[in-house]
């Protein structure tokens, strides 16, 4: 009965321990700088159960692998993990330690572990080093295997496992070469990678040198191919006065025989084209002559005789501007030799023959006379096979720096200044404004982002590129002199960073958080750990460029290996003063003024107004990635008047800056295209267009299914607090959810909402857009979050141009040269004010504008189907039943002159009666928002303007409308 009871036990265990998934972090990771396999591991009916509960568990883990013994665990000394195991503890934490001793066991180096529980019951994540990706994985395996033998008293096998496992190794793992140049590369800072085909990638862009075998980028092909033709290489070193063999060009048996007069037996016939498969043959008597060049002749028809030296032979490997090593034949056998055994004339001749043939990673051929200690090159050859000239890891290890001097010069580490971006919001327009701002001096930029991988304005591929393998792929690009790269958390925790340093790591924001919920980050602290791998990853003479107005991004400082510069909205930050008492670099505003500081040392840039994807200032967000932007390029080396230039060109329109709060105008309906798609991202979009003075406001809407319920509900909460109108949206993004589980989300949250009146419910991000716009009315606000960026900017682009729309900007904040006037931001969105007084009848500005058919909100009229979009800052007037200015339209003179109708005082806002020029009006709210004394309560036209008003405004009402005669108003 025991026994029957202890099988089905077994049975029961046999079947738990599993593990969910195994991630291979192949760069900088949350665990570690350097690449870990992690592994979530169920312990099912393991999760309540330790170590000392399981019958014999620890005497046979101990018996079948005693090293364990070494493991000094979190006791700190031998001997400690296995005290651990006798006071009991979790098979996850025993695998982590079984699956590094494996890997030890195989020959494998590996010394990092860490088990941590996740979110969900009974389920750890094992974090653990490896060498090569899939030996890592087989090691995992084999350590679960192991583990439930021991729980259930059968065999381990281990023998078994060892062996699959030291196999694999072998068969993967880097050659000596690759492996010394990885490991010499690390000790200079060097970034290092495996490219296909065995190629190996030392630094980054333009910056980048490759080698293959013992081939290096710089190796010449005409050198290559003047070591091939041993003709051609033996006549450059002869005329140098290097010592080579006498050899004559043969290719018909006469004149082979020939050879045999002039240098007499045995004589060498070779291929003139050096070939491992068609080698040189002595012919030693005139019997086999005939035999050997036909031997030849059958692979070449090129050969070339010459006498055969009697001596020692022996080899050189030269790398760059000295000699690695020699090989001599003893007994049989090449081995190596230090150079210190040969003569220093025969060294200088091995370096002179190399450089004269071009090659800088040569092996020659040479013969030594041992009555007189001369010499003769027989041979040279490219991309030499260098395994044969070193014995060990110091060999290998002074090759390698030399390969490595041969490419790089001293303290040269390969890199281009490189940007990484992370954060919850604005990371795509940080990261193409960082790349604005390198490329006014570090151009062309390779850029990342979730629209695709940009080489300066060219897009090589489209999609989302905000991950590890992007950057990788953007750093191999040989063109590109700087980069800019968006990192997005989901990448990080699935494979780590695509990179080992970055010279600026930018972390915009964490704010409310987003995705929380999913990849077992729950909380904003776990967020922040997550997002500050980008942070770990700063070099050492990097800067991470942090916001100091969130606290768990200012918290992030703690793993920087280099330099940090703040960024604030406020120049009275704590942070910020404390960091420019510690000498610091911070980038803040004051009084408007974007200030960069390096301690007490302050530069000014320009006013925040100026900046035009902050759109005069009014738009917070943008703000802040503006000011993250700045310190990024700082951080890069830019210089200051390349930023105040960046910053001044950096528009952010749907060219620049595609999807991220895009201005326009279409048929009278404002626009405004954003793709925040989370709770803090809608909330600060919904403060932005506070500024705006459009009372009727409409919202095509959707959520990613990955998001929490919560999230979405109160998103759909924000959506009816704010707006009149919402469309509602599914589309790809569904992750899960079945159709339909995300508009009742929103529903839900919507039902709360005060404003609201209609909300739709449309399948398809395209058609939501459509059926949004095609319900506004001219005065409309329209907010379009789009499902996918590219598809709504093509729809947007074609419909500005079909309805001669276009993108606009909410305020330039400028004072206009030459004038009294400048442009503001008043309650009704922009505005013109008066600088200086103004006299009555004084001419403030003449301008003129661009003829159409269409009336908009932007418009004025100038004949019964004629108006002009007006040229800023024209368009800027707003509406007032009792207007200080006069429009005094001269159409035939393509003239419109704004007059003081009356004294104005510096600092009042000057208006216009709309109804002095508009026969009609249908764009502006229903109720006039002018505020005045006499205001006559709407805006309609000059149809319906009283007869008293038509005689006092005189010359200011349009011509057309005097001839038009219309009915009075009475």
Not at 49 to 67: C, V
Not at 815 to 820: A, F
Request: aromatic content about 8%; some cysteine.
């Amino acid at each position: 009965l025991q026994e029957l009871i202890k099988s089905s036990w077994q049975i029961e265990r046999l079947i738990t321990m599993e593990f969910q998934r195994i991630l291979a972090l192949r760069g900088p990771n949350i665990w570690a700088t350097f690449p870990v396999l992690e592994a979530w591991l169920d312990l099912g009916t393991f999760k309540d159960t330790s170590s000392a509960e399981l019958p014999g568990f620890n005497d046979r883990l101990k018996l079948w692998i005693p090293s364990l013994f070494e493991h000094r665990c979190s006791v700190g000394e031998p001997g400690g993990f296995f005290q651990r195991l006798e006071r009991g503890t979790y098979l996850a934490h025993i695998l982590e330690h079984v699956v590094l001793e494996l890997q030890c066991l195989a020959g494998i180096k590996v010394g990092y572990g860490k088990t941590r529980l996740t979110h969900q019951e009974g389920v750890y994540k094992v974090a653990i080093e490896y060498k090569e990706e899939y030996t890592g994985k087989l090691a995992l395996e084999a350590a679960r295997n192991i583990c439930l033998a021991a729980i259930n008293d059968t065999d381990s096998e281990l023998e078994l496992w060892l062996e699959k496992i030291k196999q694999s190794y072998e068969k993967y793992k880097l050659t000596p070469l690759q492996e010394a140049l990885r490991k010499q590369a690390r000790k200079r800072g060097i970034p290092f990678q495996i490219l296909a085909q065995d190629m190996i990638q030392l630094g980054q862009g333009f910056k980048q040198r490759r080698i293959k075998g013992s081939l290096t980028d710089h190796t010449s092909a005409v050198a290559s191919w003047i070591a091939y033709d041993w003709f051609t290489a033996s006549k450059l070193l002869a005329d140098v006065g290097l010592p080579v063999p006498h050899n004559i060009p043969v290719s018909e048996l006469p004149e082979v025989e020939a050879s045999a007069s002039n240098f007499g037996f045995p004589f060498l016939l070779r291929p003139r084209y050096t070939s491992k498969s068609n080698p040189a043959i002595a012919i030693e008597s005139a019997e086999i002559l005939g035999e050997v060049f036909a031997k030849i002749k059958a692979k070449t028809h090129y050969m070339l005789s010459e006498p055969i030296y009697k001596g020692l032979r022996i080899y050189a490997l030269v790398v760059g501007s000295e000699i690695a090593s020699y090989l001599e034949d003893i007994a049989g056998a090449w081995v190596p030799k230090p150079i210190s055994d040969y003569s220093k004339e025969l060294s200088q001749a091995v370096l002179m023959a190399a450089k004269v043939v071009g090659l800088d990673v040569a092996e020659l051929e040479l013969n030594l006379n041992l009555d007189d200690s001369s010499f003769t090159i027989l041979g040279i050859r490219a991309n030499p096979d260098i395994s044969y000239y070193l014995k060990d890891d110091e060999d290998w290890n002074h090759a390698a720096s030399a390969l490595l001097n041969l490419l790089f010069t001293e303290g040269d580490e390969g890199r281009i200044p490189v940007a990484a971006v992370t954060g919850v919001n604005g990371k795509t327009t940080t990261t193409r404004f960082i790349a604005h701002l390198l490329a006014q001096e570090h151009s062309p930029v390779l850029m990342t982002c979730t629209e695709g991988i940009y080489l300066a304005d060219q897009r090589l591929f489209t999609g989302d590129c905000s991950g590890p393998k992007s950057a990788k792929v953007a750093l191999q690009h040989a063109m590109a002199k700087s980069a800019a790269l968006e990192n997005a958390r989901g990448g990080m925790l699935r494979e780590g960073l695509g990179f080992d340093r970055c010279q600026a790591a930018v972390v915009v924001n964490i704010g409310q958080g987003d995705h929380l919920g999913f990849n077992d980050i729950e909380t904003l602290e776990e967020l922040a750990y997550a997002k500050s791998t980008l942070v770990a990853a700063t070099h050492s003479n990097g800067y991470a460029v942090l916001n100091a107005d969130d606290p768990f991004v200012v918290g992030m400082q703690q793993y920087c290996s280099g330099k940090i510069i703040f960024f604030s909205q406020s120049s009275n930050n704590e942070i910020i003063e404390n960091h420019r008492k510690s000498e610091g670099k911070v980038v803040f505003l004051k009084e408007g003024m974007i200030i960069l500081a390096d301690g007490n040392n302050e530069q000014q840039l320009l006013n925040i107004n100026q900046v035009p994807i902050t759109h005069g200032g009014l738009v917070g967000f943008q703000i802040e990635n503006t000011l993250a932007a700045v310190a990024g390029g700082w951080a890069c080396g830019v210089t200051i008047p390349a930023i105040v230039q960046g910053l001044k060109s950096f528009g952010g329109g749907l060219l620049q800056a595609p999807g991220r709060f895009n201005m326009m105008e279409l048929n009278g309906v404002t626009i405004v295209l954003d793709y925040g798609h989370n709770t803090s991202a809608l909330s600060r979009l919904i403060e932005a267009i506070k500024h705006l003075p459009h009372t009727r406001r409409s919202v095509v809407y959707s959520a990613a299914g990955d998001r929490r319920n919560s999230d979405i509900i109160e998103q759909g909460k924000l959506l009816g607090d704010h707006f009149d109108r919402v469309v509602l949206y599914e589309d790809t993004y569904l992750r899960g959810r079945e159709p339909g589980e995300i508009f009742a989300l929103f529903r839900e949250g919507l039902n709360d909402g005060i404003r609201v009146k209609d909300v739709e419910e449309v399948r398809g991000g395209v058609a939501a857009l459509k059926s949004g716009l095609e319900k506004c009315l001219p005065g409309d606000l329209l907010v379009i979050q789009p499902d996918s960026v590219d598809d709504a900017v093509e729809f947007l682009s074609t419909r500005l141009k079909e309805s001669n729309g276009r993108e606009i900007k909410m305020d330039s904040g400028e004072r206009l040269e030459n004038s009294k006037i400048k442009i503001v931001h008043g309650p009704l969105g922009k505005a013109i004010i008066a600088t200086d007084n103004l006299t009555p009848g004084e001419v403030i500005l003449k301008a003129w504008g661009k003829s159409t058919k269409v009336r908009t909100m932007h418009t004025i009229q100038i004949s019964p189907d004629g108006h002009i979009v007006p040229d800023h800052p024209l368009g800027w007037f707003n509406h007032s039943c009792e207007p200080n200015c006069g429009l005094l339209i001269k159409a035939d003179d393509q003239i419109a002159e704004a007059h003081a109708l009356r004294h104005i005082a510096a600092n009042e806002e000057l208006t216009f009666d709309y109804a002095t020029f508009e026969y009609e009006i249908h764009h502006m709210p229903e109720e006039c928002l002018c505020n005045a004394e006499k205001c006559r309560g709407s805006i309609s036209g000059y149809k319906d303007m009283p007869e008293e008003l038509r005689e006092m405004y005189g010359d200011y009402i349009a011509s057309y409308l005097k001839a038009f005669q219309p009915e009075v108003a009475r």
